[in-house]
T-cell receptor, first 107, second 112 residues
Framework: KNEVEQSPQNLTAQEGEFITINCSYSVGISALHWLQQHPGGGIVSLFMLSSGKKKHGRLIATINIQEKHSSLHITASHPRDSAVYICAVRKVRQFYFGTGTSLTVIP | DAGVTQSPTHLIKTRGQHVTLRCSPISGHKSVSWYQQVLGQGPQFIFQYYEKEERGRGNFPDRFSARQFPNYSSELNVNALLLGDSALYLC???????????FGPGTRLTVT
């Protein structure tokens, strides 16, 4: 049983489409992170959330603490958004990661 | 400003050997965390160090150990390597606690 579940596992979209990736977790958390991992392994931290909503350019992340759920939205998707998106939660001194959502945006 | 650096980039070891991986955090960052990412899976948390003290530990056997030095750089040691230890090992630093994580490029370890 994974403490963090992501859906979908794989996602293919046409350039310009609005994309949503979902994350559900089963533990009480201090914070939730959305990470982006490109082929080759490099990871970039996109957002850290403990409540509400954050926006960075075309990326929006929301979290509902009561429902233990977070979403990552990408507006006007672009081929350069193609990557694996990972949800991670921190509970006290432990981190738990989802297995990632592999996104491919087709021109 | 240099980001998080890790060395080596790639490493091939034989079962039963020992390995040491190194991480240099961003200047001014006092916290370092280590993660293991097996191919096709999400990262798994191994350790977190802050001010040279272990502050968090994931579900890994005692063959895995780490330490943080006075300059805040860190080493991850793995003894008695198993084939299943083959993975990308990621280091991340943050200014204080483990919240805002900045990841290094990783060390890809292959155990044959």
């Amino acid at each position: 049983k994974n403490e963090v579940e992501q859906s979908p596992q794989n996602l293919t979209a046409q350039e310009g489409e609005f994309i949503t990736i979902n994350c559900s977790y089963s533990v009480g958390i201090s914070a939730l992170h959305w990470l982006q991992q490109h082929p080759g392994g490099g990871i970039v931290s996109l957002f850290m959330l403990s409540s509400g909503k954050k926006k960075h350019g075309r990326l929006i992340a929301t979290i509902n603490i009561q429902e233990k759920h977070s979403s990552l939205h990408i507006t006007a998707s672009h081929p350069r958004d193609s990557a694996v998106y990972i949800c991670a939660v921190r509970k006290v001194r432990q981190f738990y990661f989802g297995t990632g959502t592999s996104l491919t945006v087709i021109p | 400003d240099a980001g998080v650096t890790q060395s080596p980039t790639h490493l091939i070891k034989t079962r039963g050997q020992h390995v040491t991986l190194r991480c240099s955090p961003i200047s001014g960052h006092k916290s370092v965390s280590w993660y293991q990412q097996v191919l096709g899976q999400g990262p798994q948390f191994i350790f977190q160090y802050y001010e040279k003290e272990e502050r968090g530990r994931g579900n890994f056997p005692d063959r895995f150990s780490a330490r943080q030095f006075p300059n805040y750089s860190s080493e991850l040691n793995v003894n008695a390597l198993l084939l299943g230890d083959s993975a990308l090992y990621l280091c991340a630093s943050s200014p204080n606690g483990p919240d805002e994580q900045y990841f290094g490029p990783g060390t890809r370890l292959t155990v044959t």
